[in-house]
């Protein structure tokens, strides 16, 4: 009796000590189980965080465009209006393939250039304010709102656009204080640029 007594003891103890030693012990990374449960929880709240802050910029830069009185690119649900602040446009696309800064063509200084599937946007620092300064379609993955791409004929544009090329490379349509800029080689569409006029 004394025997099994001391069996039995044995092994409450020796369970004791294995479940007391769970609860603190470290994962692989270090991390405590509820140190773990913690960071997925806060992680999973961040990402909701962003996914909402991301919502509302798309949210706001779409209803933006539509009566505006410049020219407009639009990507899905989010509008790229010439002129606008940068910096809800460019919350709303999403991580560019890649970020580069170049001269400006319209303003001293330099843009700074968001590349993304198909097309650019430019955007530049105007009295500490970054503002959309250009857009530029690069294939015909992308179109205008009216329905232009690349590839598309001279013919097919003017007809669209209601406007005659002045020359054979070229139509450029102002709006505002943009211009929509159509470039032709071969009697096609190979460049689309929206840019704000120079000042």
Do not use: H
């Not at 503002?131 to 993955?141: E, K, N, Y």
């Not at 450029?172 to 800029?181: H, R």
């Amino acid at each position: 009796m004394k025997k099994q007594g001391l069996i039995r003891n044995t092994m409450i103890i020796a369970a004791l000590a294995l479940s007391l030693t769970a609860c603190g012990s470290k994962n692989e990374s270090g991390t405590t189980a509820s140190d773990s449960g913690s960071k997925t929880a806060t992680t999973t709240a961040q990402a909701d965080t962003t996914a909402k802050n991301t919502a509302q910029a798309s949210e706001a830069v779409t209803e933006s465009g539509q009566n505006s009185e410049n020219w407009f690119f639009k990507k899905g649900d989010v509008t790229i209006e010439l002129n606008a602040p940068s910096e809800p446009i460019i919350q709303a696309l999403g991580t560019a393939q890649n970020t580069y800064e170049a001269p400006s063509c319209a303003f001293d200084g330099m843009d700074v250039i968001y590349v993304y599937p198909g097309y650019e946007v430019l955007t530049y620092a105007n009295d500490e304010k970054s503002v959309i300064s250009g857009v530029v379609l690069r294939d015909d993955t992308v179109a205008t709102p009216e329905g232009a791409y690349i590839g598309m004929s001279q013919t097919d544009v003017e007809n669209l656009y209601g406007q005659k090329a002045a020359g054979v490379s070229s139509l450029q349509i102002d709006k505002g204080n943009c211009t929509l800029l159509f470039i032709f080689t071969d009697g096609n569409v190979s460049s689309i640029q929206y840019n704000m006029k120079q000042q």
